[in-house]
T-cell receptor, first 117, second 111 residues
Framework: GAGVSQSPRYKVAKRGQDVALRCDPI?????LFWYQQALGQGPEFLTY????????KSGLPSDRFFAERPEGSVSTLKIQRTQQEDSAVYLC???????????????FGDGTRLSIL | RKEVEQDPGPFNVPEGATVAFNCTYS??????FFWYRQDCRKEPKLLMS???SGNEDGRFTAQLNRASQYISLLIRDSKLSDSATYLC????????????FGTGTRLQVTL
């Protein structure tokens, strides 16, 4: 497909379990972003990759959150020892641009809806 | 205080009405501004960028006032299909293009 693809679409896990969320960006897009969207709120930035380099992880809420993009394409967001407050929609976005070009539009995937029981 | 503030609504308007949304941002270093649209249980989609000179795209007009740190979106002749949440978004200098979103304003257009 031509858009950003995320999987799974829905994930239910028990508190304490580890989860892994996948993002397949638009082909050729250098920049990749992860956002967390709680119910009734706007998306909040988690982390940013330029190719395989994680240039900003200031939004990750705790050290239980880890993201990687080893080959500069697909990215995985991992949450260890999940807590109920981790329940949210996790959105991935990609853009063509490099750091200095902030006007490149970000294209979002459908998101993964994570529910922690 | 949140960095981007919006009235969450909902705004309930009849079809054909004109509706305006406002947004304020707190970081004077913000350099790029956008309106995104998000339908229920869907991803945000870029509606339009916002420029200091103001810009128009069909029925939609966006304005930016840097001095007041204020952004607006005007929708004329609203359609049922305009019903969605409208997210005010800024990008700040030196933040590697990460977007900062408001909570969104919900619009419901009715017959």
């Amino acid at each position: 497909g031509a858009g950003v693809s995320q999987s799974p679409r829905y994930k239910v896990a028990k508190r304490g379990q580890d989860v892994a969320l996948r993002c397949d960006p638009i082909s050729g897009h250098v920049s990749l972003f992860w956002y967390q969207q709680a119910l009734g709120q706007g998306p909040e930035f988690l982390t940013y990759f330029q190719n395989e380099a994680q240039l900003d992880k200031s939004g990750l809420p705790s050290d239980r959150f880890f993201a990687e993009r080893p080959e500069g394409s697909v990215s995985t967001l991992k949450i260890q020892r999940t807590q109920q407050e981790d329940s949210a929609v996790y959105l991935c976005a990609s853009s063509l641009g490099h750091t200095k070009n902030s006007n490149q539009p970000q294209h979002f995937g459908d998101g993964t809806r994570l529910s922690i029981l | 205080r949140k960095e981007v503030e919006q009235d969450p609504g909902p705004f309930n308007v009849p079809e054909g009405a004109t509706v305006a949304f406002n947004c304020t941002y707190s970081n004077s270093a913000s350099q790029s501004f956008f309106w995104y649209r998000q339908d229920c249980r869907k991803e945000p989609k870029l509606l339009m960028s916002v420029y200091s000179s103001g810009n128009e795209d069909g029925r939609f007009t966006a304005q930016l006032n840097r001095a007041s740190q204020y952004i607006s979106l005007l929708i004329r002749d609203s359609k049922l299909s305009d019903s969605a949440t409208y997210l005010c978004v800024v990008n700040n200098v030196g933040t590697a293009s990460k977007l900062t979103f408001g909570t969104g304003t919900r619009l419901q257009v009715t017959l």
